[in-house]
């Protein structure tokens, strides 16, 4: 993430901290996230809002890789954290703004960084270049006023998109055996060649 020499939004990744001050549009109560939790490829994409394709090739090229379980064979599913969902739909949403990919890759790697609690009350502006983090309503304020902000994502309003859509979604907890998901493919052929 970047800012200029001007702009209130604090650099990731630099070392600059932010202010301390919360706004209206950064109190948020976040639950503590069970990371051993872990959410399928196709669970993922549609939380999401991406293709298995995206998905795959972020996977691969190290954009955003599972933090529950990365596959290390054939036939091992990958399990996607809420976290790592969240991340997926806030790289959709830069995505569908024009950002480049590679400024997506260092807004995404200042993302990882953050704790939950941080990550949550954090409001990513973006001019479709560059990609700003406020931590306050003041720094959102100065950015729009600057001219650099067109566009804001509040992550902690896609966090309860996220924690909605996966409510009802099923999901798995690490270490347990892979189960098969009664709506996988895959699956459904192995227990019929298994019956048969």
């Known amino acids: 993430m970047s800012a200029g020499a001007d702009a209130p939004g604090t650099q990731a990744g630099t070392g600059h901290e932010p202010r301390p001050s919360q706004g209206v549009l950064f109190t948020q109560d976040i639950p503590a996230l069970d990371e051993t939790i872990g959410y399928r490829g196709p669970t993922a994409c549609g939380a999401a809002g991406v293709t298995y394709r995206q998905l795959d090739y972020w996977a691969r090229t190290g954009l955003l890789e599972p933090s529950v379980r990365n596959p290390s064979g054939s036939g091992t599913q990958r399990l996607y954290s809420f976290r790592d969902i969240l991340v997926l739909k ?28 941080d990550l949550a009350r954090i409001t ?3 001019d479709g270049a560059s ?28 966090w309860r998109e996220v924690e909605g859509q996966l409510a009802e979604l099923p999901s798995e907890r690490a270490g347990e055996p892979v189960a098969e998901h009664p709506s996988d493919e895959l699956s459904a052929r192995r227990r019929a060649r298994r019956t048969s």
Request: charge should be negative; hydrophobic fraction near 45%; proline fraction near 0%.
């Open 124 to 126: 990513l502006m973006s």
């Open 131 to 158: 990609v700003y983090e406020c931590t306050s309503d003041d720094e959102v304020i100065d950015l729009v006023r600057g001219g650099q902000g067109v566009f804001g994502i509040a992550v902690g309003s896609v």
């Open 90 to 117: 806030i790289i959709k949403r830069l995505l569908d703004t024009g950002v480049s990919l590679q400024q997506i890759r260092v807004a995404v790697t200042a993302l990882r960084e953050r704790g939950v609690e």
